[in-house]
């Protein structure tokens, strides 16, 4: 069984950090990209980053260049999203999602996702 799970939310303030994990179960992590989406409240679902399988490539939403990054461990089947000088416009439920292929330029097809975490930033 596939398991996204994700964690490292919470409240910060503008200006803050935060650090998202998702440990991954249930299906070979290496093979696969991985992305992090997400959600701000009443609005749609909008991609934030995608990893290659290998971890070599990284794409990132243009809002969010120079403030966020994506790494992976594929030793440990984990995928992370480093947060840095956060706005109130971040506030959203962040999901890892499971890429159908080995590489992802972009917003591509998901076949499984995690429950989500909050992040609220707000002072």
């Known amino acids: 069984e596939v398991q996204l799970v994700e964690s490292g939310g919470g409240l910060v303030q503008p200006g803050g950090s935060l650090r998202l994990t998702c440990a991954a179960s249930g299906f070979t992590f290496d093979d696969y990209a991985m992305s992090w989406v997400r959600q701000a409240p009443g609005k749609g679902l909008e991609w934030v980053s995608s990893k290659s399988y290998n971890g070599e490539s990284t794409y990132i939403a243009e809002s969010m260049k120079g403030r966020f990054t994506a790494s992976r461990d594929n030793a440990k089947n984990t995928l992370y999203l480093q947060m840095d000088s956060l706005k109130s416009e971040d506030t959203a439920v962040y999901y890892c999602?499971?890429?159908?292929?080995?590489?992802?330029?972009?917003?591509?097809?998901?076949?499984?996702w995690g429950q989500g975490t909050q992040v609220t930033v707000s002072s």
């Open positions: 999602a499971k890429v159908t292929t080995a590489q992802a330029m972009g917003p591509m097809p998901y076949d499984y």
